[in-house]
């Protein structure tokens, strides 16, 4: 991991999405000449979205092998699975249901109408978690992390002054009472995030 830090400025929110989007797919290709496979962790929001919609549309998206990308999330909304506020849902509308990616290579939080109770859903993602683990860690390395910022400058669904920003023992953890709605969060902590190879913090606006 690199402790290089870039900020990258573009005039407008299209030409930011169309840059990241183009850069994903070039550093996604290296990895996988480099690594031969990768693990994504993928963000919400207008951005997020916005950035895997980009991707779709690149006349790039065929080049890669995208039975050798896992994709994973930073954090969910625990709401049913065909819920529209689902960040599941929005990524496999923009970019997941139109790529080769066999199913058991996507790893979607568990949905409340699968898991009701958030606490054994944030246990069941962290069992994934580790199933996947390397070089000792009971996580995956993620090779590229996108990442949002709220306006209350909440990361994931660690929210500023929160017991879950805090968490450094667990990977996952339930956040129950969210600012913004909806109110139950399931979210990667800290020290899963931070031990990304690669935090691409996407953010538009003034």
Same mark, same amino acid.
């Given at each position: 991991?690199?402790?290089?830090?870039?900020?990258?400025?573009?005039?407008?929110?299209?030409? &930011?999405?169309? +840059?990241? *989007?183009?850069?994903?797919?070039?550093?996604?290709?290296?990895?996988?000449?480099? &690594?031969?496979?990768?693990?994504?962790? =993928?963000?919400?929001?207008?951005?997020?979205? *916005?950035?895997?919609?980009?991707?779709?549309?690149?006349?790039?998206?065929?080049?890669?092998?995208?039975?050798?990308?896992?994709?994973?999330?930073?954090?969910?909304?625990?709401?049913?699975?065909?819920?529209?506020?689902?960040?599941?849902?929005?990524?496999?509308?923009?970019?997941?249901?139109?790529?080769?990616?066999?199913?058991?290579? !996507?790893?979607?939080?568990?949905?409340?109408?699968?898991?009701?109770? !958030?606490?054994?859903?944030?246990?069941?993602?962290?069992?994934?978690?580790?199933?996947?683990?390397?070089?000792? *860690?009971?996580?995956?390395?993620?090779? !590229?992390?996108? =990442?949002?910022?709220?306006?209350?400058?909440?990361?994931?669904? =660690?929210?500023?002054?929160?017991?879950?920003?805090?968490?450094?023992?667990?990977?996952?953890?339930?956040?129950?009472? +969210?600012?913004?709605?909806?109110?139950?969060?399931?979210?990667?902590?800290?020290?899963?995030?931070?031990?990304?190879?690669?935090?691409?913090?996407?953010? *538009?606006?003034?």
């Amino acid at each position: 991991m690199t402790n290089e830090r870039r900020v990258l400025v573009h005039p407008d929110k299209e030409a &930011l999405t169309a +840059s990241v *989007a183009a850069r994903f797919l070039t550093k996604t290709i290296d990895i996988l000449d480099d &690594l031969g496979g990768a693990n994504i962790a =993928l963000t919400g929001g207008t951005m997020g979205i *916005a950035v895997l919609e980009a991707v779709n549309s690149s006349p790039a998206r065929d080049t890669i092998d995208w039975s050798r990308v896992h994709f994973w999330w930073g954090d969910e909304r625990f709401v049913p699975r065909d819920d529209p506020d689902r960040n599941e849902r929005q990524a496999r509308e923009a970019l997941l249901d139109h790529i080769a990616v066999p199913p058991e290579n !996507i790893h979607p939080f568990p949905s409340s109408d699968e898991v009701p109770d !958030i606490d054994e859903a944030a246990r069941l993602y962290a069992a994934e978690l580790e199933a996947f683990g390397t070089d000792g *860690a009971p996580f995956p390395k993620f090779d !590229i992390t996108f =990442l949002g910022v709220g306006p209350d400058g909440h990361i994931a669904s =660690l929210f500023p002054d929160r017991a879950g920003i805090r968490e450094t023992e667990k990977t996952v953890i339930a956040e129950r009472e +969210s600012p913004k709605p909806p109110p139950a969060r399931l979210s990667l902590t800290r020290p899963v995030l931070n031990s990304s190879d690669r935090i691409w913090l996407v953010l *538009a606006g003034s």
